[in-house]
């Protein structure tokens, strides 16, 4: 349930409001929009009436929150979030941020390297997995904390924030002390309790759309993340399972109107994954970008025919500057 406050009420007559409601036993989230204040009524909503909360004046209306997610609606919050890591703003108007790196980081030497030459190219985030989900126990599982410590490195030396792949609850504290973002994969998109654990903290994390979710699915694995108190979450598509075998995923790129029009928060694409072929991913960033997703994650590799995991789909470095000047001449246009 969201409650309209009129305009020009005092904030802290709003606070008194809110904090009444919450002696009934549900939960308030205030957000003060450019438009509208709205106080958002969280639990068991039928705990207080409505004659309850219209007998206060400068309540204007009351509106019902029709969807199982309510923390991560457009109804709760009109304006876009900005996610703000370093001076990096993911969800900005206009603005397209990009994600670069290998999948896994295989050596000091090959991450540092990397990181620079992405950076050269204009990317904004470093992105790299130390610990990595496959689906093979006998292929390479990522180098850990060694991992961490050589990202971390990279990304100083860069000056980009960087984002890394926690897997599980008993790596979190590792991974926090390292990561600017934390990235939840796709095959962990419905890990409640890993949900949680990020919730708790205050790091921003990258969700990533499990592979055979639903929207409504995607959103409330967020709901479970905002859920605990942590705001800062980003969407990602990285392409769903459908009938199509022809490529590894099926990228679907309807999600990014689609989230645009039921949350605040920002979505980018990652069409390295949503493809498994480094020469799809050109032609869907443009794609992504033209329909206004706030990012791109791509993989990328010094030497892609030798890397420890996903070789196919990952840039050469001359490939990602083609990709980086594409994607400038989509958004000069838009
Ligand atoms: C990754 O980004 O390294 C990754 C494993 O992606 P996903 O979870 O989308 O498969
Ligand atoms: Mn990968």
């Known amino acids: 349930m969201v409650i309209v406050i ?6 802290k007559r709003i606070e008194e409001i809110a904090k009444d409601i919450e002696k009934k036993g549900v939960k308030t989230k205030l957000t003060i929009g450019e438009n509208k204040t709205i106080i958002g009524l969280i639990g068991d909503t039928k705990r207080v009436s409505k004659d309850y909360i219209m007998s206060n004046l400068e309540v204007e209306d009351i509106l019902k929150v029709e969807s199982p997610y309510k923390l991560v609606s457009r109804m709760m919050k009109e304006e876009d979030s900005i996610i703000e890591i370093k001076g990096v703003r993911i969800g900005a108007k206009d603005q ?31 992105r790299g997995g130390a610990f990595k989900p496959r689906t093979s126990p006998y292929s390479f599982q990522g180098l850990k904390e060694e991992g961490l410590k050589y990202l971390k490195e990279a990304s100083n030396l860069t000056n980009m924030p960087m984002v890394t792949e926690l897997m599980s609850v008993d790596d979190l504290e590792v991974v926090s002390k390292y990561a600017d973002i934390i990235q939840i994969g796709a095959r962990n998109m419905q890990n409640f309790a890993l949900l949680k654990a990020v ?136």
């Open 96 to 126: 397209v941020i990009v994600m670069a790196g290998p999948c896994s980081v295989e050596s000091r030497e090959q991450i540092i390297d990397i990181a620079k030459e992405v950076k050269k190219q204009g990317a904004n985030i470093l």
């Open 6 to 11: 009129k305009s020009n009420t005092d904030i």
């Open 199 to 334: 919730g708790k903290t205050n790091k921003p994390v990258l969700l990533k759309r499990g592979m055979s979710a639903t929207i409504e699915e995607f959103l409330m694995a967020a709901e479970y993340i905002m859920s605990q108190g942590n705001e800062n979450v980003i969407l990602c598509e990285r392409g769903i399972r459908t009938f199509e075998t022809y490529l590894r995923n099926t990228l679907d790129l309807a999600v990014v109107p689609a989230i645009k029009e039921l949350s605040h928060l920002p979505i980018i694409i990652d069409p390295s994954h949503a493809t498994g072929r480094w020469n799809m991913v050109e032609p869907l960033s443009k794609a992504a970008v033209a329909i206004g997703a706030d990012g791109l994650m791509i993989e990328v590799h010094n030497d892609p025919k030798n890397a420890l995991s996903d070789g196919a789909q990952s840039l050469k470095y001359k490939n990602f500057s083609n990709l980086m000047k594409s994607i400038n001449k989509i958004k000069e246009i838009i």
